[in-house]
């Protein structure tokens, strides 16, 4: 251990699909800044949500529970300030806090950002141009520009004004790259005359998953052209010439925010290098989930699928953790408070349900590691989308997934054909998952074993089955 606390930047950004990183391998950009977060420290490659949405995903972090214990189900649900938090405990412990961005958790005495000395953040999801601010003052920003700058703006301000007798712990949550992706102007042409190469499933026809998840309205032609794609659709485009068209229009926007967070990443990595604070801060940079960039023709996230599913995740701290390094351990929202406060010597409260993984940090792996993950998308057909709600278990080698097709709370909502549906995914053999086999032969083992394993998880966490599931 160093002499000093270390600091801590946390960046969570909003629906960065890991493969929209190079680091990961991304066929379709590159993010240097963020990459020097990667080469740095170490990469995390089976990093996944709970549930796949913005507000369950952030209480998860922020709080190291389930959201069947902290509340948060839904987009919809503010967090309970009061609830324990690991910003909160770090404050407790000395360090100077801030955040700074996307909040997401509600507004109002009861849901405002608490834990945290200073913040200033979006009111709901917030606007990329000329965004509002309200902050910890009850004051109203409005001074004007790109949102993505104006974060990192509040960061760097608050991190040149902070007392530097104590450590301090920097949250700066991105608005990017959620929808609906407006660029700002230095990026406004990036991939102008460019073609993005389009993901393997980008035609995949659905056959074989479950009908509700052939139902959901997450498609290219599901886009809004005015709001989402900014533009006309040419006349006289075929449907597929359509799709290709829309997918183009989409994936641009959306790595042109993409760019904006990573220059934006660079300011905040050159003063830590300025300010000869690297080697003692944590830099983590996640997201709250994942997203589909055109897979299985999809965009948007909430399903088990892996796009959505996994989070990219990269911890840098040179005192302690080897640059370069990768892992392939399971890893899950509620893990990153207890693992930063196992980093930074607090203790975690037994309530918390997620595990550190600072051992594995640390280049090694307790023998009792998790080999699952138990996963719960609440929000049945949310109009929108039309996901439904489900849960499921993800080994190393196979996914189970049950919808439930839960009507409850969905005013008007019919009762579904087949009230309950699985899918069954082998991961090694179809990482792409477009070949459900659950109910094929030869698959009765594997999947009692997954059911079994899926039940002892759901146990174990706290959770109930939905009543229609046998
Ligand atoms: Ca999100």
Redesign the pocket.
Known sequence: MASAPPNLVFIMS??HAAHALSCYGSRINQTPHLDRIAEGGMRFDAAFCTN???AP??AAILTGTYNHVNGVTTLDTPLDNTLWTFPAELRAHGWQTAIFGKW?LGHGANADPSGFDTWRVLPGQGHYHNPVFLDHERGIDERGGYVTDLITDDCLDWLDERDQSRPFALFCHHKAP?RTWEPDEKHFTMYEDEEIPFPDTFRDDLVGRAEVVQAVRMRMMDLDPITDLKATVPPGLTLDEEIDWRYQRYIKDYLRVVASIDDNVGRLLDWLDDAGLADNTIVVYT???G?FLGDHGWFD?RLMYEESLAMPLMIRHPERVTAGTTSDDIVVNVDFGPTLLDLMGVDVPSHVQGRSFAPILDGGRPDDWPESMYYRYWMHNDGAHAVPAHYGVRTRTHKLICYYNDPLGQPGAQEPANPVEWELFDLVADPMEVDNIHGKPDTEAITLELRAELDRLQAAVGDVPHPDVE
């Open positions: 909003d629906d796949s949405i913005c995903s952030r997401h959620h997201s709250d989930q997203f996230k």
